[in-house]
């Protein structure tokens, strides 16, 4: 139940994360920096203390927090190894026919009357 919400949590902050990115703009997006006379700062005009900043920082950590607990949570679900050594046990019903190991006997295809190559051809006359 814990790990099936946190799952759609993830999926929600993933998607608004992407969303938030996108809708940033880039360093240089002024019509200033075309011509090479940008004076903006790394973060924009407003600064390091923009909403979007802000809200992109905090979807980031919503994102490593909830990558971390899925990914320990995924690591309790292991119930064993495949090296383990695990008895199966098939039950043979008493109405089906016993067949030996190699599976049933493929029927035996006629035999041709036998030829020696090395056997000289008869004489014909």
Request: aromatic fraction near 8%.
């Amino acid at each position: 139940m814990v790990v099936t919400t946190v799952i759609v949590v993830h999926i929600i902050v993933c998607i608004a994360l992407t969303i938030v990115v996108l809708l940033q703009q880039g360093k240089g997006a002024d019509v200033g920096a075309v011509f090479g006379g940008s004076s903006q700062t790394v973060f924009g005009a407003g600064g390091a203390s923009s909403p979007l900043f802000k809200l992109t920082w905090t979807f980031a950590a919503m994102f490593a927090f909830t990558s971390l607990f899925l990914a320990y949570s995924s690591t309790k679900r292991i119930s064993g190894s495949i090296f383990e050594d695990r008895k199966v046990s098939i039950p043979i019903h008493s109405s089906a026919p016993a067949l030996p190991l190699g599976g049933p006997a493929a029927p035996a295809a006629p035999s041709a009357p036998a030829t020696n190559p090395a056997a000289p051809a008869p004489a014909s006359k």
